[in-house]
């Protein structure tokens, strides 16, 4: 592999509805030892800060707005001096976790990044949430999933503003066209890869779906 890809995992709790559940969340950089781009900033900023060791931060992709993937992000970017990227679509749940402070800039389907001289392709997947994102490294194989993707099946749906059917959708569009031997980094829990996943009865279900 051409870029090192390491993880740092943040606690705290998930809100949303007026509820609150501890989670763990996989925080990933990819980069070299002269800068990286950090995939998610939730809960904890410092320890970040720590893994990002003293490289330049190229930016700082959410892969959407739930407060466990962004509610680090602005802290973070002060601290890096990195800016913060989100898709659109996700502005109102980005309003409610970072009142007051827009992100710097906004990602779109199949816009390009570069990190480490390795190309990030930005797949815009709504269904957990309207402006979900993954990153796909054509050069390396490896797909960071966000929660759109998790091992063993899609992420949840239980929050208003996400949609099971849509979810379905994109991970049928955006993912399962990608090859079987891609190493999935998802937003939380054990990494997978797509042919295990798309051997998962659910992907299944979704190929045989209208
Ligand atoms: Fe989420």
Not at 8 to 13: F, M, Q, S
Not at 170 to 181: A, C, N, Q
Request: hydrophobic share 40%; charged share 20%; with cysteine.
């Amino acid at each position: 592999m051409a870029v090192d890809v390491d993880l740092t995992v943040t606690a705290g709790n998930y809100r949303f509805d007026g509820a609150s559940f501890a989670v763990d969340t996989n925080i990933w950089l990819i980069g070299d030892e002269h800068e990286v781009l950090i995939v998610d900033a939730g809960f904890d900023a410092t320890s970040i800060e720590a893994a990002v060791d003293g490289r330049d931060v190229v930016g700082i992709v959410c892969t959407h707005a739930h407060n466990d993937h962004a509610d680090a992000a602005l802290t973070l970017a002060d601290a890096t001096g990195a800016p913060v990227l989100l898709h659109p679509d996700d502005a109102k749940l980005w309003a409610r976790v970072n009142p007051g402070r827009l992100p710097d800039a906004e990602l779109a389907d199949r816009q390009v990044l570069t990190v480490a001289g390795t190309s990030v392709l930005v797949l815009h997947t709504p269904g957990h949430t309207a402006g979900s994102v993954c990153l796909y490294l054509p050069d390396e194989g490896v797909l960071f999933s966000g929660d759109t993707l998790l091992s063993g099946g899609p992420g949840m749906t239980g929050d208003v503003l996400s949609s099971r059917s849509t979810l379905l959708e994109s991970i049928h569009r955006s993912l399962l066209v990608l090859p079987d031997e891609t190493v999935v980094h998802p937003g939380h829990g054990y990494d997978t890869d797509l042919g295990t996943e798309r051997s998962e009865p659910w992907a299944t279900a979704v190929k045989g779906s209208p």
